[in-house]
């Protein structure tokens, strides 16, 4: 004889059963979750934008609208206006008249990803992205940077499902510093 018995017809079948259901599992989990993937590469894409343009900016000790700020080597060179961590009065990244000029202005800056210009980026309003900026004690070849002459930049941006990107950098003052 030869053929299948109903029994062996009927476990073959269940055992298909269960094979197609695992793999549908599979399938559906990661037809879920493929969109996670685009969202961290747009949320670590937002905080590099935010880092480099952080870094870029003037570390002097002076504020750069100070008349020494190109020229101070240290607090007592400023004629008025010593740099501090956070923006000083009326400065707003974005503003035409009295933008963010320094990396310490930066800290303290959190809201949804926009331009330069303070303009929001269409799409990305599901975003946050937050800026600290601190003080840090660096040490080079067993040689430590002297104190107050370089910074730690944090970037941090969280979106939807519970993404997060968080980058550092550092940023080191050179002084005197030509300023743009």
């Known amino acids: ?14 055992i298909i059963s269960v094979g197609l259901a695992g793999i549908l599992g599979v399938m559906n989990f990661t037809t879920r979750a493929s969109a996670d993937p685009l969202a961290q590469k747009q949320a670590l894409a937002i905080a590099e934008a935010y880092l480099e343009e952080v ?4 570390f002097t000790y002076c504020d750069p609208d ?5 020229t101070a080597q240290s607090v007592s060179g400023c004629a ?16 035409g008249t009295n ?25 990305l309003g599901a975003y946050q992205v937050a800026v600290a900026v601190a003080p840090a004690n660096l ?20 979106g939807p499902n519970g993404v997060t990107a ?15």
């Open 66 to 70: 100070d008349a020494n700020a190109a």
């Open 99 to 123: 933008p963010y000029d320094n990396v310490n202005d930066y800290n303290g800056l959190a809201g949804v990803p926009a331009n330069i210009d303070g303009t929001a980026i269409g799409g």
């Open 80 to 95: 008025t206006l010593v740099e501090g961590l956070g923006p000083e009065s009326g400065e707003l990244r974005g503003s």
């Open 166 to 180: 968080v980058l550092d950098g550092y940023r080191t003052r050179y002084a005197p510093n030509a300023l743009p």
């Open 1 to 14: 004889m030869h053929g299948f018995s109903l029994v062996e017809l009927v476990v073959f079948i269940a």
């Open 55 to 58: 870094l870029a900016m003037p």
């Open 139 to 158: 040490v080079a070849n067993t040689a430590t940077v002297p104190a107050g002459t370089s910074l730690r930049v944090t970037v941090t941006v969280t």
